[in-house]
């Protein structure tokens, strides 16, 4: 499957539903975080929610219940997210909480190269026309400028790798099962991959959650010589 063709939910019902959860326990998540640093990542259940309250407006769209115009800018939003921020949210959250050392350096190169690929896509969606139509019960997503194989082989490397170079050992797990899940969306196609994403993004989030909870998240604050000396 190419990458600029995705499918999601059922239904927007489905959408909807899922985006209510899975906000209700980003909010849960972001209660439980100490640190500043680790609040774009604690946020992701919240980014993964309102990707899924759009799509439950793309689904009212394509039945007729939203103007035309109105349904070319959510589907715009849809792929711009899905394609283009979330390479370079990802590596950018886990460079936030990263301690000083080689992975860091690491991960700030694959932020930008996910920076990179930020602006190409955004480049092809605005550049091309982005489609979305119903296909088996799911939403076919395709811009020419974005459907490119060596765009997919990025933005994994952008958005696995870096979590899987984290120290953080709740982190480096959240980047294996994000690396299953998008090689379970390549083969899985039709009805099974819409129900692997849908409870794919449900299962991550709770992961989050509960490492938040759990405080299995902890940030070493890098040295500062004016805080140990005013402590001094």
């Known amino acids: 499957m190419k990458y600029g063709h995705l499918r999601m939910c059922f239904s927007p019902e ?18 439980h975080v100490r640190q500043a640093r ?12 309102l990707h899924q309250f759009t799509e439950g407006f793309i689904w009212l769209g394509l039945e007729g219940e939203i103007r035309q115009e109105a349904q070319g800018h ?18 950018l959250a886990v460079l936030l909480m990263e301690p000083p050392g080689w992975r860091r350096w690491l991960i700030g190169a694959l ?27 799911s939403i076919h997503y395709d ?3 974005t459907a490119l194989t060596g765009v997919a082989v990025i933005y994994v490397l952008a958005t696995c790798s870096a979590l899987i170079l984290s120290s953080h050992r709740v982190v480096r797990w959240f980047g294996w099962l994000n690396f299953f899940g998008v090689v379970a969306t390549l083969i899985v196609k039709g009805y099974a991959f819409t129900s692997v994403w849908c409870l794919y993004a449900a299962i991550m989030s709770t992961i989050i959650f509960w490492q938040f909870r759990a405080r299995r998240i902890n940030i070493r604050e890098p040295n500062n010589p004016l805080r140990a000396a005013a402590t001094a």
């Open 111 to 137: 932020t930008l190269v996910g920076a990179g690929l930020t602006a190409f896509v955004f480049r092809g969606l605005i550049s091309y026309p982005s489609t979305a139509c119903i296909e088996q019960h």
């Open 38 to 49: 680790a609040v774009l990542f604690a946020a992701t259940p919240i980014f993964f929610a």
């Open 74 to 91: 959510l589907v715009f939003l849809y792929m711009l997210y899905a394609q283009g921020i979330l390479p370079l949210l990802m590596p």
């Open 14 to 31: 489905v959408d909807f539903i899922a985006s209510g959860v899975i906000g209700l326990i980003g909010a849960a998540t972001l209660a």
């Open 143 to 145: 811009n020419p400028g």
